[in-house]
T-cell receptor, first 116, second 115 residues
Framework: QKEVEQDPGPLSVPEGAIVSLNCTYS??????FMWYRQYSRKGPELLMY????GNKEDGRFTAQVDKSSKYISLFIRDSQPSDSATYLC????????????????FGQGTILTVHP | DGGITQSPKYLFRKEGQNVTLSCEQN?????MYWYRQDPGQGLRLIYY???????QKGDIAEGYSVSREKKESFPLTVTSAQKNPTAFYLC??????????????FGDGTRLSIL
């Protein structure tokens, strides 16, 4: 079983829809949670970053973390064709000392298409 | 503008050939990382470096080598020992390597294909 599971989709929605993207994880040490957006033939860009449980909102984007269920979500309101991309969740545990480091563990990515 | 520059954007490798992918950053970050991205598999860590002249193997280091002679540069060599090198390669960096609370910044990748 992978440490982080993400539904690869693809997900296709009409413009203006609310999109829900989700990841589940198995490592209870994860404390830092990120969502990246990746356009075709480009590198991932950071969308949202949250620490521990709770919600964080930035414009049309809301990130939600439920550590008790080991489940994180990204909601996109009023989706636009420009939101069409692959969305990657990523998470990490605090530094544990020695030669360890802030390793990011990624989900497989969800391909989203928003059609006009 | 600060950022990470990867070159070339596209690269072709012949059988038995070593190729080197360039990654340069002007963010003054200490830590740098190399990932491989394959369809449906997310990002997998190849190598990482927390400081100049030091680097560690990631999850899939076999067939790859790196060097870190300068803070701003972290080139990746794909050797002939890597039997399935076709993939999208991404370089990333963080201000320091030891904390788990720093999101990684990515370059725009190099797509490597076999001739």
């Amino acid at each position: 079983q992978k440490e982080v599971e993400q539904d690869p989709g693809p997900l296709s929605v009409p413009e203006g829809a609310i999109v829900s993207l989700n990841c589940t994880y198995s490592n209870s040490a994860f404390q830092y949670f990120m969502w990246y957006r990746q356009y075709s033939r480009k590198g991932p860009e950071l969308l949202m970053y949250t620490y521990s449980s709770g919600n964080k909102e930035d414009g049309r984007f809301t990130a939600q973390v439920d550590k008790s269920s080991k489940y994180i979500s990204l909601f996109i309101r009023d989706s636009q064709p420009s939101d069409s991309a692959t969305y990657l969740c990523a998470m990490s545990a605090p530094y544990a000392g020695g030669t360890s480091y802030g390793k990011l563990t990624f989900g497989q990515g969800t391909i989203l298409t928003v059609h006009p | 503008d600060g950022g990470i520059t990867q070159s070339p954007k596209y690269l072709f490798r012949k059988e038995g050939q070593n190729v080197t992918l360039s990654c340069e950053q002007n963010l003054n970050h200490d830590a740098m990382y190399w990932y491989r991205q394959d369809p449906g598999q997310g990002l997998r860590l190849i190598y990482y470096s927390q400081i100049v002249n030091d680097f560690q193997k990631g999850d899939i280091a076999e067939g790859y080598s790196v060097s870190r002679e300068k803070k701003e540069s972290f080139p990746l060599t794909v050797t002939s020992a890597q039997k399935n090198p076709t993939a999208f390669y991404l370089c990333a960096s963080t201000p320091t390597g030891v904390s788990g609370n720093q999101p990684q910044h990515f370059g725009d990748g190099t797509r490597l294909s076999i001739l």
